[in-house]
T-cell receptor, first 114, second 109 residues
Framework: NAGVTQTPKFRVLKTGQSMTLLCAQDMNHEYMYWYRQDPGMGLRLIHYSVGEGTTAKGEVPDGYNVSRLKKQNFLLGLESAAPSQTSVYFC?????????????FGPGTRLTVL | GQNIDQPTEMTATEGAIVQINCTYQTSGFNGLFWYQQHAGEAPTFLSY??LDGLEEKGRFSSFLSRSKGYSYLLLKELQMKDSASYLC??????????WGAGTKLIIKP
């Protein structure tokens, strides 16, 4: 039982390049989330999904796209990276939909955009 | 707007007790969470409060007062491994987590 995994762990991009971050969970959770964490700020929700085939915008969705084709996977895409997207990205999942439940986090992806 | 406030940094001595406060203003309330995050690692769940009062879990306790928009995390018998950031998060009416910036706790021998 690996929990929540993320690939890659580190990445350096040049401005304008694109990339996809992959999140996978083996806990059969319905909800999945993508956050970014910046120094001096709380975790901010980028996009989330309430189940396979569904996605929704969070607090800071601009410049990102997501897809949830399979229940266990949640992909975050950056179409044209900008230096403002330099951050640590965390994926999380939770068991229940529409009710308070613990979120389980992946180890994070540290992205630098030059 | 929605707001979660907690101190940026605190220092305590090994073996002592420390209280980390969190105040919040959110649109709706479906519970308050505390997470621990060691440097360079993922946040991990510590506690959840939805009713007023104290929840105790080993060396860690969490308190909630909904009328005051206030919570605290109490850590007893501090150990060096407790050096970490402690994140307060409130679940709002849409079941979204609103996160504080975290309190960095430094433990000194």
């Amino acid at each position: 039982n690996a929990g929540v995994t993320q690939t890659p762990k580190f990445r350096v991009l040049k401005t304008g390049q694109s990339m996809t971050l992959l999140c996978a969970q083996d806990m059969n959770h319905e909800y999945m989330y993508w956050y970014r964490q910046d120094p001096g700020m709380g975790l901010r929700l980028i996009h989330y999904s309430v189940g396979e085939g569904t996605t929704a915008k969070g607090e800071v969705p601009d410049g990102y796209n997501v897809s949830r084709l399979k229940k266990q996977n949640f992909l975050l895409g950056l179409e044209s990276a900008a230096p403002s997207q330099t951050s640590v990205y965390f994926c999380a999942s939770s068991r229940l939909a529409g009710a308070p439940d613990t979120q389980y986090f992946g180890p994070g992806t540290r992205l630098t955009v030059l | 707007g929605q707001n979660i406030d907690q101190p940026t940094e605190m220092t305590a001595t090994e073996g002592a007790i420390v209280q980390i406060n969190c105040t919040y203003q959110t649109s709706g309330f479906n519970g308050l969470f505390w997470y621990q995050q060691h440097a360079g690692e993922a946040p991990t769940f510590l506690s959840y409060n939805v009713l007023d009062g104290l929840e105790e879990k080993g060396r860690f306790s969490s308190f909630l007062s909904r009328s005051k928009g206030y919570s605290y995390l109490l850590l007893k018998e501090l150990q060096m491994k407790d050096s970490a950031s402690y994140l307060c998060a409130v679940m709002d009416s849409n079941y979204q987590l609103i996160w504080g910036a975290g309190t960095k706790l430094i433990i000194k021998p």
